[in-house]
């Protein structure tokens, strides 16, 4: 006898993202043949036309269909027979992407290391508290979304993820970025709004493909000297920031937001190196050693000796890697291998003093753009007295 005609079979997407639990793992099996396997949209377990899909998985989801025969959701509790997160990482060898964005994901589990083939990790509004080391594994990660999470911190090894091209860590609760994040050498785009940093690294603006950076809602009070220097970086987003008054003079004629910054609070009330011209006060990195004036000739010996071996080595060489640890105190080499900033006049390099030359935003060409809503300066830092007098922002 049979039975009534079967269903026409609908092309579908596993979609998880809607399953709640604690300390979740969402994995879903692949062969050599399926390079992608989906997990997308709030909603419960159902299928989705393939018109909904991004292009680049449409053609490969009905291969998917009729392979991802299984799928695991794990926890803690319900982790059994014998399957742990290591054997599951192991079963997805080829995962390219995976999307577990609203959940109430609270660990990442150190077998997310073994996903070795991933490009995109979208792992966003969750819950999650900390990001295990083995993340810096994912040597072919080229997207990390964990935006809207708990984390405090971020491990070291994010460093190692040397395809990384856009990494979102907005709206968590970060007080400073990853230590090696400047060795991210694809990353094009960095968003770390509405966190709690109070500094941007100045190793960042070694970043050769950065593209946009944005930071705003944070407590930044200053920015690198050398923000901007790269052509790369065209967009530089500050926005509240309510104690930032000084943009490095690089950033002029980029895209840049800066509402919401400069507020007329008192130098006394922040412990900040500051300088001062006229009415306008700015704060300074607390590298910077010393603050020379249109005055003030003479270049301290430490600055002196940083620029000569700088020089001799860099210039001359071309590599500072000649100079071995035993040549110099490990911070000064540090320093040699990344100045302070580089001269906005000249590009000489900088190592404990900088000439400061304020521009307020509101007198530039520039302030139309920004409607009186900010009250920042442009900074110039110059390496003398010479290159101070020189430095127009407008030429
Ligand atoms: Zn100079």
């Known amino acids: 006898m049979l039975g009534p005609p079967a269903e026409p079979q609908q092309r579908q997407i596993w979609d998880l993202s809607a399953l709640l639990c604690t300390s979740l793992v969402l994995c879903v099996t692949g062969t050599s043949q399926v390079p992608v396997a989906k997990l997308k949209s709030p ?6 036309p393939e018109q909904d899909l991004p292009r680049q998985t449409q053609g490969i989801i009905s291969e998917a269909e009729s392979i991802c025969s299984s799928y695991w959701v794990c926890s803690s509790k319900s ?23 609203s959940n109430n994901i609270v660990v990442v589990p150190e077998a997310i290391g073994s996903l070795v083939k991933l490009q995109f990790l979208d792992l966003s509004d969750n819950a999650l508290e900390i990001v295990c080391p083995e993340i810096g594994r994912l040597r072919s990660l080229r997207h990390l979304r964990l935006a809207n999470n708990q984390l405090k911190y971020l491990p070291a090894e994010v460093g190692d993820l040397r395809e ?9 609760r970060l007080m400073t970025l990853p230590e090696r994040l400047h060795m991210c ?4 785009y960095l968003t770390a709004d509405r966190n709690h940093l109070w500094y941007v690294p100045r190793h960042l ?8 950076l944005s930071m705003a809602g944070n407590r930044l009070a200053f920015l690198p000297l050398d923000l901007g220097r790269s ?5 530089v987003y500050v926005d509240n920031n309510i104690h930032l008054k000084g943009l490095p003079s690089y950033l002029y004629n980029k895209v840049i937001g800066c509402s919401g910054c400069g507020s007329p609070i008192q130098v006394s009330e922040v412990k900040l190196l500051s300088f001062s011209s006229g009415q306008l006060t700015v704060f300074l990195p607390a590298e910077v050693k010393s603050i020379g004036t249109e005055t003030d000739h003479v270049l301290p010996l430490q600055e002196l000796a940083m620029r000569t071996l700088y020089n ?4 001359f060489l071309k ?13 000064l080499l540090e320093l040699l291998h990344c100045p302070l900033g580089h001269c906005h006049r000249c590009s000489q390099p900088m190592f404990t003093i900088v000439y400061p030359k304020l521009f307020p935003l509101r007198e530039t060409p520039m302030a139309g753009l920004h409607q009186g809503r900010t009250t920042v300066s442009f900074v110039a830092y110059c390496c003398s007295t010479q290159c101070l007098q020189t430095f127009d922002l407008l030429s």
């Open 205 to 212: 603006c070694q970043l050769p493909s950065l593209n946009e």
């Open 185 to 188: 050498l694809s990353l094009q």
């Open 319 to 331: 590599d500072l890697n000649f100079l071995t640890p035993i040549s110099l105190p490990k911070s």
């Open 231 to 235: 052509r790369e970086l065209q967009y």
């Open 164 to 172: 990384l091209q856009t990494l979102d860590i907005s709206t968590n």
């Open 79 to 101: 982790l059994d027979d014998g399957e742990s997160p290591e054997n599951l990482a192991q079963k997805l060898p080829n995962l390219v992407e995976l999307y577990l964005h």
């Open 43 to 48: 909603g419960l377990l159902q299928s989705q």
């Open 312 to 315: 001799t080595y860099y210039s």
